[in-house]
């Protein structure tokens, strides 16, 4: 399964596609993209950016990394 951020023109995910870190690439952007710590970090990102811009609350830090 591929990470649904891979197409999301993210500096930090460019960084893995590259030639020194294809390894990591297909572990975690072609692979298991769960395990990802970037992938944490960036799907966190997005939940905020949507209860932003939908006027719901904010959850805390704590709750999103419970889930």
């Known amino acids: 399964m591929t990470c649904p951020f891979l197409d999301s023109a993210d500096s930090r995910c460019a960084q893995r596609l590259s030639l ?15 395990a990802c710590p970037l992938h ?4 966190a990102e997005r939940v905020i950016e949507r209860q932003q811009s939908s006027h719901l609350p904010v959850l805390p830090a704590a709750v999103l990394k419970a889930g």
């Open 40 to 43: 944490t970090q960036l799907l």
């Open 20 to 34: 020194n870190n294809l390894k990591q690439a297909f572990q975690y952007c072609f692979g298991r993209h769960h």
